[in-house]
């Protein structure tokens, strides 16, 4: 009896100092969490837009999310992080479309080669209201949610000898995404396709396992890829789009206020990006040259016969699957209107 008594008093003399000194208490602390962005790449524009994302949800939310960012594949492969936002051992997964095409195939309607002719139809599509709200809730049946949507860069060949003929591409080794979308076009002219982590692609090139790799510019300069190969041939191939996936168990256990927060965060940080992403992809093509690197073109025609292989191959590759062919109608529905066709 004595021992309960004093506890009490003592328990009560803890809680009247907490109380007049303005502590929090365990019991009344506001709920927190952490929410884990991962990305297999660093200073572009997937890592500037999880770093403006950031900035949007502390603005809107304050400490009650703690928002941490890990790029450069710090929390796994590509495959380890897709497979984390499925699971929801990772809160958020920033990508490009293509490597999450076997989360969902549908994924493969925005990597079609000839699709989008330039930044700005990329933008004009994902960023209209309509399609956004469209694009946001297509992956809720797997599980993910699209929070971000952003222009990424054009799709380009590097390679360790130049390629400046159609006959260049004859027995190439490129390490492409994992899509069908990449490894089919390649395989079209002559090429052979080879996914890989980005994390095996320098020793592979250094030591010749590869000959070259599909990529965007902003990716080929941030990891120094001209002390490894110097050639780059722009086959405009297609414009790449980086999507952001959250784990739908996830952000449904949030409060009303932090997935108000999150969605508003997510088309905030799109706006604020994707001129910096142009700008991006501008300043990755001078500093390519700056360190030693090339960049070819192909003669006109070949270009325009790379083009009608491309677009041939991309369409045959969706043509079977009308959960895809829907998404594309309804990306071209969109194109026609920014087009006025």
């Known amino acids: 009896m004595i021992f309960h008594t004093t506890r009490r008093r003592l328990m009560g003399t803890v809680l009247g100092t907490a109380m007049a000194l303005g502590l929090p208490l365990a019991g009344a602390a506001q709920a927190q969490t952490t929410m884990k962005l991962a990305s297999a790449t660093i200073n572009d524009v997937q890592h500037e837009w999880q770093k403006e994302f950031q900035k949007e949800m502390e603005s809107r939310v304050g400490d009650a999310v703690t928002v941490e960012i890990y790029p450069a594949s710090q929390l796994g492969a590509i495959p380890r992080m897709a497979e984390g936002v499925l699971l929801g051992t990772i809160e958020a997964f920033t990508t490009p479309t293509s490597f999450v095409t076997n989360v969902d195939p549908r994924f493969q309607a925005f990597d079609l080669p000839g699709l989008f002719k330039d930044a700005d139809e990329v933008d004009a599509v994902i960023h209209d209201p309509e399609f956004r709200d469209y694009m946001e809730t297509l992956f809720l049946d ?26 260049g591409f004859q027995g190439l080794k490129v390490r492409t995404f994992a899509s069908p ?66 784990n739908e168990d996830w952000f449904q256990s949030q409060s009303d206020e932090v997935k ?72 071209m529905e969109k194109l026609e209107e920014v087009r006025g066709e």
């Open 142 to 167: 797997k599980g993910v949610r699209v929070i971000g949507a952003i222009y990424n860069s054009p799709t380009l060949l590097l390679s360790r000898e130049p390629v400046t003929t159609l006959d």
């Open 260 to 331: 108000t927060a999150i969605l508003e965060s997510g088309r905030a940080a799109e706006e604020t990006v994707f001129p910096w992403g142009v700008e991006n992809v501008e300043k990755a093509n001078a500093a390519w040259t700056e360190n030693g690197g090339e960049i070819h073109m192909l003669p006109d025609d070949q270009q325009a016969e790379l083009q009608e292989t491309f677009a041939r191959v991309g369409t045959e590759i969706i043509e079977g699957d009308p959960a895809v062919m829907d998404v594309r109608d309804r990306i």
């Open 181 to 246: 979308l990449q490894m089919k076009p390649m395989e079209a002219v002559g090429a052979n396709p080879t996914p890989l982590a980005l994390s095996e692609v320098t020793p592979q090139l250094q030591s010749g396992g590869i000959d070259g790799m599909l990529a965007g510019m902003p990716i080929l300069t941030a990891f120094k890829f001209y002390d490894s190969a110097k050639h780059v041939t722009d086959i405009n191939m297609n414009q790449i789009v980086t999507v952001t996936l959250v």
